[in-house]
């Protein structure tokens, strides 16, 4: 069964710091790996994909890293600002069954002053 | 880059009612799109595929005649709730690809009394 399971839960930081949020997959067969972010009450809003080749790619302040090997990857937020408060969703494309998405549960991130 | 929209945002109805929703592509063209449901703090769950000019795919579990979708041109899915009940209340979201990206509408919240 494919799989997506992301760490921590939630996580508070202070305005400035930096934060790394993670995820592990067990999707076969692998088409890409997409970081959304969705703000309270709005759709998930699309920050990287990465497919098979790619090891890391930025978006501004934020950088995703994948380890297909270990069937891994994670999101780094530099220098967080208040408006980076949301909750931040791994999402693993698979190839297999007209490109059907899994979606993790999400990491509920707090920036506070 | 590339916007779906969903109409309404934000609906109460009385249980019994049926509740049409909106899903646009609004400068692309989707012969497929996606409806999902988010409860509280959980992930988005897959409703059925959108299929412009046929049949809309169910997920296991998901009612047909309960949700009925038609996808009436490139750029248009509807979502109708039959005979809302309470606990249908969640939030949807419907979804486009345009290339290897999905993007995903504004969500639309139902409240039903």
């Known amino acids: 069964k494919n799989q997506v399971e992301q760490s921590p839960q939630s996580l508070i930081i202070l305005e400035g710091k930096n934060c790394t949020l993670q995820?592990?997959?067990?999707?076969?067969?692998?088409?890409?790996l997409r970081w959304y972010k969705q703000d309270t009450g709005r759709g998930p809003v699309s920050l990287t994909i990465?497919?098979?080749?790619?090891n890391t790619k930025s978006n501004g302040r934020y950088t995703a890293t994948l380890d297909a090997d270990t069937k891994q990857s994670s999101l780094h937020i530099t220098a967080s600002q208040l408006s980076d408060s949301a909750s931040y969703i791994c999402?693993?494309?698979?190839?297999?069954?007209?490109?059907?998405?899994?979606f993790g549960t999400g990491t509920q991130l707090k920036v506070e002053l | 880059g590339a916007v779906v929209s969903q109409h309404p945002s934000r609906v109460i109805c009385k249980s019994g009612t049926s509740v049409k929703i909106e899903c646009r592509s609004l400068?692309?063209?989707?012969?497929?799109m996606f409806w999902y449901r988010q409860f509280p703090k959980q992930s988005l769950m897959l409703m059925a595929t959108?299929?412009?000019?046929?049949?809309?795919?169910?997920e296991q579990g998901v009612e047909k005649d309960k949700f009925l979708i038609n996808h009436a041109s490139l750029t248009l899915s509807t979502l109708t709730v039959t005979s809302a009940h309470p606990e249908d209340s969640s939030f949807y979201i419907c979804?486009?690809?345009?290339?290897?990206?999905?993007?995903f509408g504004p969500g639309t919240r139902l409240t039903v009394l």
């Open positions: 959108s299929n412009e000019g046929s049949k809309a795919t169910y």
């Open positions: 999402v693993v494309s698979s190839t297999g069954g007209g490109n059907k998405l899994t």
């Open positions: 979804s486009a690809p345009n290339g290897d990206t999905q993007y």
């Open positions: 990465m497919t098979f080749s790619e």
């Open positions: 400068d692309f063209q989707a012969t497929t």
């Open positions: 995820c592990n997959y067990t999707v076969s067969p692998f088409s890409n």
